[in-house]
């Protein structure tokens, strides 16, 4: 018998670009996080160029290679369209 090959939408590339894309995210909600400021003291911390700028970045750049990934199509695939 010979074996049926299956049609999927998402490719090998596209599911490793996701991965990738996925742990960017992460990797940035984790430079967000930190101790807070609760009612007794004061931590300035919270206001780090890490946690406002640099990490929120980082979260976009994820979500960016997350929709590159689903935008990809492998040329093979582009020929039989």
């Known amino acids: 018998m010979?074996?049926?090959?299956?049609?999927?939408?998402f490719g090998r590339t596209n599911f490793v670009?996701?991965?990738?894309?996925?742990?960017v995210v992460v990797i940035g909600f984790i430079l967000?996080?930190?101790a807070g400021s609760n009612e007794h003291e004061f931590n300035p911390e919270i206001f780090s160029a890490m946690r406002?700028?640099?990490?929120?970045?980082?979260c976009f750049l994820g979500f960016v290679v997350m929709g590159g990934a689903i935008?990809?199509?492998p040329k093979d695939k582009?020929?039989?369209s």
């Not at 670009?17 to 742990?23: H, T």
């Open 32 to 34: 967000m996080s930190g």
């Open 17 to 23: 670009l996701l991965a990738i894309g996925m742990i």
């Open 78 to 80: 582009q020929e039989n």
């Open 2 to 9: 010979e074996k049926e090959k299956k049609n999927f939408a």
């Open 52 to 58: 406002i700028k640099v990490a929120p970045i980082v």
């Open 71 to 73: 935008m990809y199509r």
